[in-house]
């Protein structure tokens, strides 16, 4: 099966750091992937995308302190989320699009993890 798993979540207070995890399993085109987030009553957004070439781009309310990064060996895409803020409680979730393109919008991926949770007190 094609499947992204995410791992690494938590809670952390305000100022903190966590370090999220996805691993992918399965072949399939990895052409961008992206962390997006949802907090309750809110619509999933992009967090931040990495596509084929390892170019990364960033929401402006993360910039500075999240850096997306992956391991083609290992078929892992990480998030290191730095300075945490309450406003980053939201469930994250993995994605991927397989076809060019970006991946920073909701529209625009294939493939979904389950998520992982991020609370920040």
């Known amino acids: 099966d094609v499947q992204l798993v995410e791992s690494g979540g938590g809670s952390v207070q305000a100022g903190g750091s966590l370090s999220l995890s996805c691993v992918a399993s399965?072949?399939?085109?990895?052409?961008?992937m992206a962390w997006f987030r949802q907090a309750p009553g809110k619509e999933r957004e992009g967090v931040a995308a990495?596509?084929?070439?390892?170019?990364?781009t960033f929401t402006y309310s993360v910039m500075g302190r999240f850096t997306i990064a992956k391991d083609n060996v290992k078929n892992t895409l990480y998030l290191q989320m730095d300075n945490l803020k309450p406003e980053d409680t939201a469930m994250y979730y993995c994605?991927?699009?397989?076809?060019?393109?970006?991946?920073?919008?909701?529209?625009?991926?294939?493939?979904w993890g389950k998520g992982t949770q991020v609370t920040v007190s």
């Open positions: 994605a991927a699009k397989m076809i060019e393109g970006s991946c920073s919008v909701v529209s625009a991926i294939d493939l």
């Open positions: 990495i596509d084929k070439s390892g170019s990364p």
């Open positions: 399965g072949y399939f085109n990895k052409r961008c």
